[in-house]
């Protein structure tokens, strides 16, 4: 059974960092792209950054060049580092593998920025 355990996150003010953690177990972990996704209150879910096996991210168009996406294949986490966070960052921000059925998800955890 995949599952995706998803620490960090907080509060922040605007302006500040933050960097999400993801621990996969239960699938190759190598072998599968990874993702970010978050929902904001009263909105979709959203893809935030996706990062392939080989390292190769991308990003929706509002984070582009403040938040990058890594991964560490020998000890399969995923992060996700947030720089000038602004109020719009506001969600919970769910860690994934996209390409596995059924697709697994974290748990969720909640970033607020706010002054």
């Known amino acids: 059974q995949v599952q995706l355990v998803q620490s960090g996150g907080g509060l922040v003010q605007p302006g500040g960092s933050l960097t999400l953690s993801c621990a996969a177990s239960?699938?190759?972990?190598?072998?599968?792209?990874m993702g970010w996704h978050r929902q904001a209150p009263g909105k979709q879910r959203e893809s935030v950054a996706t990062i392939t096996t080989n390292g190769n991210a991308n990003y929706a168009d509002s984070v582009r060049g403040r938040f990058t996406i890594s991964r560490d294949n020998a000890k399969n986490m995923v992060y996700l580092q947030m720089n000038s966070l602004n109020p719009e960052d506001t969600a919970v921000y769910y860690c994934?593998?996209?390409?596995?059925?059924?697709?697994?998800w974290g748990q969720g955890t909640q970033v607020t920025v706010s002054s």
């Open positions: 239960g699938m190759r972990f190598s072998i599968r792209a």
């Open positions: 994934t593998a996209p390409n596995v059925r059924p697709q697994p």
